[in-house]
């Protein structure tokens, strides 16, 4: 949860340079520049994380092994991003309708930034559903 808090942050407080650090950069956009990665990503993930959902995923979210926790997605999502499913983990948490989902990638000591959606929209204090 610690990588997933440190993009939340240093998306809200413009420090865009450093997700390149806690991201796994798409296939899409890794032949752009650091520039241009750093500029998509900052725009892709404004709407889709925030310290304060990040907060609620921690109180509230399914954490695991990402085949457990997302077993028909996994395969796909691994895929696309050219990473092992053992390697990953994801934290899952759905609130009115809408799922979050977060999925990093385990490399030694640190984790990236797989995949990302919805954190934000969990940030209500209302209870999950």
């Known amino acids: 949860m610690l990588a997933v808090s440190k993009l939340a942050d240093n998306l809200a407080n413009s420090r865009g340079a450093e997700l390149l650090d806690t991201i796994l950069i798409p296939v899409a956009i890794q032949s752009r520049t650091p520039s241009e990665q750093e500029q998509f990503l900052t725009k892709a993930l404004a709407d889709e994380i925030s310290p304060a959902g990040v907060e609620a995923l921690k109180r509230h979210a399914e954490f695991g ?65």
């Open 65 to 129: 092994p990402l085949k457990t926790i997302f077993p028909n997605e996994a395969p796909v999502w691994c895929s696309q991003a050219g990473v092992n499913v053992d390697d990953c983990v994801a934290f899952k948490m759905e609130r009115a309708g809408i799922r979050a989902e977060v999925v990093m990638l385990h490399e030694g000591q640190t984790y990236r930034l797989v995949r990302c959606t919805n954190v934000r929209q969990m940030a209500s204090e209302k209870s999950p559903t």
